[in-house]
């Protein structure tokens, strides 16, 4: 199971990986992420297709 995580040195808040994946990311107030979580098998696609299209390179999946 991978976890997904925000490098915070790179993060803008733009906010895209919560509508891709809202299962998994909530956004706070500023639209920033709220991750720390492990990816279940069934969004595994999903959590990588947010991670490749997050703006600010700043999503990440951890083995």
Do not use: I, N, Q, Y
Not at 7 to 22: A, E, F, I, Q, Y
Not at 33 to 57: F, I, M, Q, Y
């Amino acid at each position: 199971m991978s976890r997904l995580v925000v490098d915070w040195g790179r993060c803008d808040g733009h906010g895209l990986c919560g509508v891709l994946l809202p299962e998994l990311v909530d956004l706070d107030d500023w639209g920033f992420p709220v991750v720390g979580v492990d990816v279940p098998d069934d969004l595994h696609p999903a959590a990588k297709t947010a991670v490749r299209s997050c703006p600010a390179l700043a999503l990440r999946l951890h083995s």
